[in-house]
């Protein structure tokens, strides 16, 4: 099991920047895929983006280019950098482990992206 906690949202204006981070409960070292998913009101939650065990990523069509995922072993935590931002970026960040068959979710963190 696992508990991860997110940080670093807020409000930014259009073509802003920021940086979300995971801090995860025990060692992510041996957990297959750490990621970012985001829900806005009224719709699903969408796959962002992923960083497998190895280091390789996956990221949705809409972000990239202007996200970036990335594992800090040493440290627990899983990083997503957020660039050129869009209010269509607008959501709750949520971070999710896969643990074998099992996922497991932060509480989320707010996005606003807006004038």
């Known amino acids: 099991q696992v508990q991860l906690v997110e940080s670093g949202g807020g409000l930014v204006q259009p073509g802003g920047s920021l940086r979300l981070s995971c801090a995860a409960s025990r060692t992510i070292f041996n957990i297959g895929a750490m990621g970012w998913y985001r829900q806005a009101p009224g719709k699903q939650r969408d796959f962002v983006a992923a960083v497998i065990i190895g280091g390789s990523t996956n990221y949705a069509d809409s972000v990239l280019g202007r996200f970036t995922i990335s594992r800090d072993s040493a440290n627990n935590t899983v990083y997503l950098q957020m660039n050129n931002l869009k209010p269509e970026d607008t959501a709750v960040y949520y971070c999710?482990?896969?643990?074998?068959?099992?996922?497991?979710w932060g509480q989320g963190t707010q996005v606003t992206v807006s004038s």
């Open positions: 999710n482990a896969a643990v074998g068959p099992r996922h497991f």
